[in-house]
């Protein structure tokens, strides 16, 4: 099992251009997240998603959205890069239910500058 | 809203020692989970140690433990016998059982340096 992985690994973009982060889990988990880390701060949530075909908003999701038509993938976009958006990107999964005590598995995040 | 609360920007301590690390939230619900992360250079957010709520019980997972004060609402994490390889950024989190959501609220971290 490769868990989660995320796609890419870094990236650079200019004010202005978009792009979409790709987050995949072989473990066939319900609940998929997307969070922010920004330097002095833990991890912010952006969006999430509870299921295939569902999403919702987190604590920080102005210039984002998301998307999740397969169950594996959770694609974070972002339409209008601007300098604030600059920050490391982590994905996560968690499986439905008391099984596994509600861990929460992360990938290995994306590191993405805004110029 | 949650909010955790880690008050330690920064800590260290020698090789083989024992250092704590504290976390402390804030909370009006009574079913949550508490959780430790680690982050070392590589950025890989790391589990390492969990506690339920609901438990008495302080959680151990070897050299790690937790002192879990649920009316103080504290959550401290314990490491004895320090190693090099302990050195990262440490976050403590929360999360809700009472919503649908079930995500993480994160501390702003405690970066751990283990002195040789």
């Known amino acids: 099992n490769a868990g989660v992985t995320q796609t890419p690994k870094f990236r650079v973009l200019k004010t202005g251009q978009s792009m979409t982060l790709l987050c995949a889990q072989d473990m066939n988990h319900e609940y998929m997240y997307w969070y922010r880390q920004d330097p002095g701060m833990g991890l912010r949530l952006i969006h999430y998603?509870?299921?295939?075909?569902?999403?919702a908003k987190g604590e920080v999701p102005d210039g984002y959205n998301v998307s999740r038509l397969k169950k594996q993938n959770f694609l974070l976009g972002l339409e209008s890069a601007a300098p604030s958006q600059t920050s490391v990107y982590f994905c996560?999964?968690?499986?439905?239910?008391?099984?596994?005590?509600?861990?929460?598995?992360f990938g290995p995040g994306t590191r993405l500058t805004v110029l | 809203a949650q909010t955790v609360t880690q008050s330690q920007p920064e800590m260290s301590v020698q090789e083989a020692e024992t250092v704590t690390l504290s976390c402390t939230y804030d909370?009006?619900?009574?079913?949550?989970?508490l959780f430790w992360y680690k982050q070392p250079p590589s950025r890989q957010m790391i589990l390492v140690i969990r506690?339920?709520?609901?438990?008495?019980q302080n959680a151990t997972e070897n050299r790690f433990s937790v002192n879990f004060q649920k009316a103080a609402k504290s959550f401290s994490l314990k490491i004895s016998d320090s190693q090099l390889g302990d050195a990262a950024m440490y976050f403590c989190?929360?999360?809700?059982?009472?919503?649908?959501?079930?995500?993480?609220?994160f501390g702003s971290g405690t970066q751990l340096t283990v002195l040789p």
């Open positions: 989190a929360y999360r809700s059982e009472e919503g649908s959501a079930r995500q993480l609220t």
């Open positions: 998603s509870v299921g295939e075909g569902t999403t």
């Open positions: 506690q339920e709520a609901y438990k008495q």
């Open positions: 996560a999964s968690s499986p439905y239910g008391v099984a596994f005590r509600n861990e929460q598995f």
């Open positions: 909370t009006s619900e009574s079913d949550y989970y």
